[in-house]
């Protein structure tokens, strides 16, 4: 039985962003990957929508420039037969500050030939702006819901 | 062909948000469900964890009086046997102000003969608080990234 695209995916990823070797995860990108973070891109410019290989491995390499993986757990994962989506908690570490961030992320993947072709991710977002911030954003509490 | 518990459970979501009727969703809940929104409880107090049926049915209560559902696009799904993931865009419109929110989830279900057993669910929740606020956060740009 074939290991499933994913996991190789994955470690090639983990090794790309924490040993910043791009080399690994080169061959796994589709020439037209489509891939996207949603999220806030005025804070953070390696979230948003990328299009090919090359504006892939550059959004890569400008997220191992700001994170460390320092754990991950992963909480579901489903598999298709060239699709796979989890939910994975991060313990990452920002090399900005120096500040630990704890980040929960949901993707849904689709892989080609074993190559990644599209990859879509959410983040609770809010809790990660706080988080980079140190410090809570005062909202008011909507009133209108009991 | 029996169709995926996931389908049903959508249909009596969608009718117990948008027409408050309760009754349809009531038998498709686990008494032990575990459910979970991340984000931002202080200003959306019906997110947050959620323990059994009474909870659940009380939480959806409280979102019911919250949004209304325009329309919703499915981007991806992923069924298992009993489990199911989907990411999916939403048209909203909260009932405290009339506005029009736009929402995209990510969410991961487990069923249990044909009861929603388990849910967790991720939304862009940054996107989510300025829309609801009616203004953007200004935000620093991190800047180690490049």
Redesign the interface.
Known sequence: MTEHSLWRFARALHRAINERQLEAIEPLIDDDVEWAI???I?????LGARRGKSAVLEVIR??A??VRVYRFDR??V???AD???S?LRFSLT???SNKPISL???H?AQFKGGRLRSI?V????????EQ??GRP?H????????
Chains 1, 2 share one sequence.
Not at 42 to 46: E, G, K, T, V
Not at 139 to 146: D, E, G, H, Q, V
């Open positions: 949603y999220g806030p005025d804070m953070f410019p390696f400008q997220i420039n700001y909480e579901s489903l598999l298709g699709t796979a989506a939910m920002s090399l900005d929960r992320l949901a849904f879509r959410l983040l609770d977002t809010f809790d990660l702006v980079t911030l954003i909202l008011p509490k909507i009133t209108s819901f009991a």
